[in-house]
């Protein structure tokens, strides 16, 4: 049984930083491609930052420069690092993981076939 579980979210004021954490087991975590998206009251769940199974990056054009997506490997763990929060960055922040490469389909939420169950950012000015 494949399982993400999110943590790190909470509360911070404009401008500030979190660290999502993303935990999986159940499967080779190495072999897929995994990534971090964010849904708001009211709007679609959208992709925020991808990494694939070699190390490779993509960003939603509103968070680039200020978010970093990482993993380790040996702890079969991803990480969000999100600098410079706005108001905006609101939402609930979701885990997702896929096997094979995306490539350049690293945003696109119907290509992910697991989900963790979500972590609450709260950005106030």
């Known amino acids: 049984q494949v399982q993400l579980v999110e943590s790190g979210g909470g509360s911070v004021q404009s401008g500030g930083s979190l660290r999502l954490s993303c935990a999986a087991s159940?499967?080779?975590?190495?072999?897929?491609?995994m990534g971090w998206f964010r849904q708001a009251p009211g709007k679609e769940r959208e992709g925020v930052a991808g990494i694939d199974r070699y190390g490779s990056t993509k960003y939603a054009d509103s968070v680039k420069g200020r978010f970093t997506i990482s993993q380790d490997n040996a702890k079969k763990t991803l990480y969000l690092q999100m600098n410079s929060l706005k108001p905006e960055d609101t939402a609930m922040y979701y885990c997702?993981?896929?096997?094979?490469?995306?490539?350049?389909?690293?945003?696109?939420?119907?290509?992910?076939?697991?989900w963790g169950q979500g972590t609450q950012v709260t950005v106030s000015s």
């Open positions: 997702a993981a896929t096997p094979g490469q995306l490539g350049g389909w690293l945003l696109q939420r119907q290509l992910y076939n697991y």
């Open positions: 159940g499967y080779t975590f190495s072999g897929y491609s």
